[in-house]
């Protein structure tokens, strides 16, 4: 890990948990560097309250010209914020792509809604362990779902139903997914396997594929093309972005087959559907 990745780390842990570390001196052009990846990642937020957090901390050497531009940001972000909707919660509306799966998901929540014992916050926890799952397979780890779960966890962790969890994972056959979710909260963000019950064993990739996805910021988007017509009437497909969609899904194929296979099918199929006739 660079001195970019730790300041970046030191910073989106004080801001998100409150943790205290000390922050290294960095240049100007590193500064504008770690920047970028706060605002690839989406969290500026945790960010700007980790620097406020350590604004007596002598190395903290943001250059002037970068405090404006992320001042600016945030009153943009307040703005844009002003006009969404109003109590819309993160992870609520999310779908899983096997419509199998995608059933019993719906059902475990209409379910648990029409139960005697109602644990919201197990269904809440739910929801945003598939809402990371299908970011992660469209457009790789999601920092900021990542630590939505872990405030979730330290915040209203003592009221969940591990068990009754563990089931429901079971049956949306997302274990792995899940413990790999909390492999990242441990590797990076310092939360202990003991805060995490579904962590029965960390997985080892977790520390790589997060560094990895900080260190590139070439935008993985899952609104390019896939297929289109040339004016000859021929079919072209994108192939860039399909073997990019090839290694994302072999990457995590291993944590939640059954989702990852109907995710790059369904991708794949949209690609088709959106050739102009």
Do not use: C
């Not at 920047?35 to 990642?41: H, K, L, N």
């Amino acid at each position: 890990m660079d001195i970019i990745q730790r300041n970046f780390f030191r910073l989106i842990r004080s801001g998100a948990f409150n943790d205290k570390s000390q922050i290294e001196v960095m240049s100007a052009f590193k500064w504008r560097r770690l920047y970028e990846i706060v605002m690839f990642q989406n969290v500026l937020d945790y960010f700007v309250r980790g620097v406020n957090n350590n604004a007596n901390d002598k190395n903290l050497n943001l250059p002037d010209k970068l405090v404006e531009e992320i001042q600016a940001k945030l009153d943009l972000q307040e703005e844009r914020r002003a006009g969404t909707q109003a109590g819309k919660v993160v992870g609520e509306e999310t779908e899983l792509s096997n419509s199998l799966l995608n059933k019993r998901f719906h059902k475990i929540i209409y379910n648990e809604m029409h139960s005697i014992d109602t644990s919201v916050e197990t269904l809440r926890m739910l929801q945003l362990i598939v809402f990371n799952t299908n970011a992660m397979l469209n457009r790789g780890i999601n920092l900021d779902g990542i630590i939505r779960l872990g405030q979730f966890l330290r915040g209203k962790g003592d009221k969940v139903d591990f068990l009754k969890l563990e089931n429901w994972l079971s049956s949306l056959h997302l274990q792995r997914m899940a413990q790999l979710q909390g492999s990242i909260l441990i590797a990076v963000f310092g939360f202990g396997k003991d805060e995490i019950d579904f962590v029965k064993k960390e997985e080892p990739v977790a520390y790589k594929l997060t560094i990895k996805i900080i260190s590139n910021l070439v935008k993985d988007t899952v609104g390019e093309w896939h297929f289109r017509q040339n004016a000859a009437g021929f079919v072209q497909n994108n192939g860039k972005m399909l073997r990019r969609n090839l290694r994302r899904s072999y990457k995590y194929m291993r944590y939640a087959p059954l989702e990852t296979t109907s995710n790059f099918i369904n991708g794949f199929i949209k690609g088709l559907s959106e050739i102009e006739e």
